[in-house]
């Protein structure tokens, strides 16, 4: 079977969604499915994405408006599905987003409705539909209208270790892995937060992991390494070898986190920090047991594995 990946973009550099997606067609491929990507990061136009898809009978799309225009409205995309979209053709939409909310400063609170319209009309293109988070998922059941839908927490684009070692066994370090936005919270109005666990967990080292970004040259009295971008390989080496994983991001969101999910694949202890918001039960709370937090999430990840989503989408994709 042979199909079409549509991404905003491929890596490199590290791009979330575009990672997702190469790891899935990987694994994909062993199971007989063969990926041709098709990116928006090109010409933007109906016409443009209709050539690309010539030949495909079968497509899964990995929706995120912001990816695929700067204001979160991809008409462009909408109406080149549309067009594509004639019976026999299957669509197949991963929602990464469904829609963007903000203050009425934000173009975000403008735009809210377009951005509802454009997914109501890619939800009720499609043939089967899945997302990352359950409050995504109670958005999109309004336009079900009874098919199938998958929500399915985002797999480690980074690996997944068979046997990860006890925290015991590590080197008692702490790593900032992720895009440069993500990052920059850690490094900036959450320091504080990572300041805190460096001396609660007793850190030797902190490493920065990801596109390059300013950071201070130790924190609370331990030094900051900067490694910039590495090679999936190398992080996965360097978390198996890590205690502990910050990430700055809200909690509700976790399970469309890549970073929080290569934290939880590979047996990290996973440390979050968000303003004001209750940590998630898999996230260490400065108190209690590490190692049975670290191994909680870890069995949490295991159900939705790169394997077992794998499994699912190779089920939505076929009729």
């Not at 066994?169 to 666990?197: N, Q």
């Not at 996973?270 to 209750?278: E, F, Q």
């Not at 295991?302 to 989408?313: C, K, N, T, V, Y």
């Amino acid at each position: 079977m042979r199909i079409v990946q549509v991404v905003p973009r491929l890596p490199p550099p590290f791009e979330g969604v575009g990672t997702y997606a190469s790891a899935l067609a990987g694994t994909l491929a062993e199971r007989g499915i063969e990926t041709r990507f098709v990116t928006g990061d090109g010409k933007r136009t109906p016409e443009a994405l209709l050539e690309n898809l010539q030949g495909c009978e079968t497509a899964l799309l990995h929706y995120a408006g912001y990816g695929y225009q700067s204001r979160g409205c991809p008409l462009w995309l909408v109406r080149g599905l549309e067009r594509w979209r004639t019976p026999g053709r299957r669509l197949v939409t991963f929602f990464h987003e469904v829609w963007a909310t903000g203050p009425p400063w934000r173009s975000s609170f403008w735009l809210f409705p377009a951005q509802r319209r454009l997914a109501a009309r890619l939800a009720r293109l499609s043939a089967a539909l899945g997302t990352s988070l359950e409050i995504y998922g109670e958005l999109l059941r309004h336009w079900r209208d009874g098919r199938e839908m998958a929500v399915m927490p985002v797999f480690s684009t980074v690996g997944e270790p068979v046997d990860p070692p006890p925290l015991a066994e590590r080197a008692r370090r702490i790593v900032v892995f992720g895009g440069a936005g993500v990052r920059r919270r850690t490094w900036g109005r959450h320091l504080p937060d990572l300041s805190k666990a460096v001396r609660d967990l007793g850190a030797e080292a902190v490493c920065d992991v990801g596109p390059p970004v300013e950071t201070p040259a130790a924190v609370a009295g331990v030094p900051v390494r900067g490694l910039g971008v590495l090679p999936p390989e190398e992080v996965s080496a360097l978390l198996l070898g890590s205690a502990a994983g910050f990430l700055a991001y809200p909690p509700a969101f976790l399970p469309k986190s890549t970073i929080f999910a290569a934290y939880c694949a590979h047996g990290v202890l996973p440390v979050c920090a968000w303003d004001g918001a209750p940590l998630d039960a898999l996230c260490w709370t400065g108190s209690g047991d590490p190692q049975a937090v670290a191994s909680a999430a870890r069995m949490w990840y295991a159900g939705h594995s790169l394997e077992r989503q794998a499994e699912r989408f190779a089920r939505l994709l076929k009729p």
